[in-house]
């Protein structure tokens, strides 16, 4: 679901004339208006498209739940840091422990390789008796 209230702040900060533009890409000659968003349950995703590229912003931070953060001083959307904090914390225990499961592998693999090579030491002396 799109997060209605950020595209009508977005529309707001828009000068008349910048609206008339954005309108006109949306919609074509047609008399819709902003809340075309807010009436469809499910609006066409080239409709988010453009609304995306017209404001520059990631087509996700358009949607309610995601992890921006709009900035009415501003009329900016920015990734949260918080969210993004997180994220980052997520990505180093999956690396750690990608890191772990790799050395277990080596492990793992080294002992083979002795296994094997004592297996070739015994295959050697019985071929010498």
Known sequence: MLNFTVIQELYKSLTPDRKKELLTALFGTGNQGISYFKKQNNPHLSKVEILSDFF??????????????????????SPDKKSQAD??????????????????ALTVKEEHINLLIEKNEFYKSQAGK
Request: aromatic content about 4%.
């Open 87 to 104: 994220s980052d914390k997520q990505k180093i225990l999956l690396l750690e422990e990608r890191i772990k499961l790799l050395q277990d």
């Open 56 to 77: 520059k912003v990631p087509l996700d931070s358009l949607r309610e739940g995601t992890p921006y953060v709009y900035n009415p001083k501003t009329a900016t959307i």
